[in-house]
């Protein structure tokens, strides 16, 4: 079966007729929580193309003797922690540009203590729209600054 079908499919169950997946999530967005979304072109074919065939390819050759078979990690939409577990992939690439990802903003009503700001609890240097800009002591970092705590 080809992917542009699989994919089309997926999109019929979403109501839109495309293989196009990334489309269908940027317009269902406004109107469903995260869990709710369909899957990006790339989390589908981690799953179809690379974690289901691999199933699939064990079931079909489940009577043979001596299956050879590589890694899971090796490629086949699964990837190995370090403590040896193997832990689904559900994407190659970001879903969102890291400087994007990496913008956050504190909003907080509740005061601007060290423990509250939003940037310091994401590792980041406040940025000028936060709103406790210089109140929470976690300021934008200068050439030679370290990371904030």
Known sequence: MKLKVCLKFIG???GEATPDLNKIQAFYKE???GSKLPPTDDSAIQHIIRRANYQCFIWKHARDRNLSLSSPADGNGWARE???SLVPMFMDN???PQSLLELVV???KKGYSSGRCSC??????????CDC????????KEDGDEEPE
């Open 133 to 140: 800009i210089n109140e929470c002591g976690n300021n934008p």
């Open 94 to 96: 970001n879903l969102a």
């Open 82 to 84: 370090e403590s040896g």
């Open 106 to 108: 504190c909003r907080s």
């Open 12 to 14: 019929c169950l979403y």
């Open 31 to 33: 109107y469903l929580e």
């Open 120 to 129: 310091r609890k994401a590792k980041l240097s406040c940025t000028l729209p």
